[in-house]
C-alpha cells in the first residue's frame, strides 16, 4: 500500500540518552550527599567540642587560665584555679625549711598565724572585688581601688609582676599527671636577671577542673633565683667600685698604739689613714667600713666610718681612727695580741657623694 506522506525516523543519539540520565542520577543521589555531608560537619564539631570540653579538663587548661588571671588582675579567676589553703601553708613550710638555721619557733608561729590570716582575707577577696579586672577597674572610686591594691590578691600580683618579680611566663615546659595528680613545669624569663627559671607545681584534680596546690622543691627554687640575684648584684657593683677607685683613693699608713694604762692594757689602737681625691669632682661625703685584719687575711675588726669633709680634686687629706681598748672584748684582745707589723686596713667604700650633688653608692639589693 503506498501513502501519500514521508515517514521521518528520529534516530536516538546514545551520547544524548546518557547524559540525560546521569543529570537525572545526580538529582537522585544529590539528597544522599547533603546528609552526608551534614553528617561530616556534625561529627567536626563533635569532634572540636569534645576537644574543647577535654581541654577545659586537663593541667594545661587550668595553668592557662591562672596565667590569664594573673595578667588580668582577675581574682575570682584565680582563686578558681589556684587552692590557696593548700599552697600558701606549703610555701611558707618550704621557706622555714629553708632557713631553718636562721628562723626560730617563735618566728614560724607568726609566719603561720599571718598565713591562716591571708587565707581567710583571700578566700572572702571575690566577694569584695567583683569588678576587680583591669576593665572594670576603670569604674572604681581611688578608695576601691586603694583597697584592692592592698589586698592579699594584689600582693601576689605585685609580686609577679616585680620578678614574679617583673618575670615574664615563657613556656609549659612539661606536665605529667597520673590520676588526680599532676606535675608541671612552667619556664618564666626574669628580666631583671636575664635569666630563665624553671618553677614546677603540683596540681590535684578539681572535678571538672585541676588546680595549683604546691610549689614543688621550692628552697631549691629560691636557692636558684638567690645565686642569679647574687650573681647580678656582685657584677652591678664590681662596677660601681671601678667608678669609685677613679675618684678617691684609700691610702693605709703604719698602725701604732697609744700608751698603757694601770692595768698593762693599751689605751687604744690608732689607724691612720690618707684620702685622696684621684677624680675631677670634688668629694663632699664618703662612708664606709674600715676593716682591720692580721698577715693571714682574718678579720679582726669590721667598723663603719665616715668622712665628711670636702676633698678637691687632687687633694689628699690625713685621717686618724682610734680604737678603744676594752678588758674581755674578743676583738680588742686580739688586736692586742696581734704584733702591729702583722696588721693592715683597708677601706670598703660603700657610698661617695660629690659637691655637684651626684653620688656613687654600692648597692645592698638589686634596684628594681
Known sequence: ?????????????????????????????????????????????????????????????????????????????????????????????????????????????????????????????PKDTAQSTALSNRFLTDEKKRELDSSPFMTLVHLYRRGGQGAQWRNLESVAWDGDQALAGITFYHARLEANLLLEVKMKDAGSYWRVSEIHDLPRFLSRLEELEQSKLTALNDGIRQEMAQALAFEPMPVNRGDWDSLGLFKEVRFPYRLKNVGQRAIKETSGFIIVSNREGKVLLRQPMLHSSVIAPGEAKEELWRRDIVPFRRQDELLQDTPLEQIGIEWEMRRIVFQDGGQLKLYDSLPY
Open 1 to 125: 500500500m503506498k501513502y501519500g506522506g514521508q515517514i521521518n525516523i528520529h534516530k536516538i543519539d546514545p551520547a544524548e540518552f546518557t547524559v540525560t540520565e546521569s543529570r537525572q542520577n545526580r538529582k537522585k543521589k544529590r539528597p544522599a550527599k547533603k546528609k552526608w555531608l551534614a553528617l561530616a560537619v556534625l561529627a567536626l564539631a563533635l569532634i572540636v567540642g569534645g576537644s574543647c570540653w577535654y581541654w577545659t579538663r586537663t593541667p594545661y587548661y587550668a595553668l592557662y587560665q591562672i596565667r590569664q588571671s594573673i595578667e588580668k588582675q582577675d581574682v575570682r579567676l584565680f582563686v578558681k584555679y589556684v587552692d590557696i589553703e593548700s599552697l600558701l601553708p606549703g610555701l611558707i613550710t618550704q621557706t622555714l625549711d629553708a632557713n631553718k638555721k636562721t628562723v626560730g619557733r617563735q618566728d614560724d608561729e607568726t609566719l603561720v598565724s599571718l598565713a591562716s590570716e591571708f587565707i581567710d582575707k583571700l578566700k572572702a577577696a
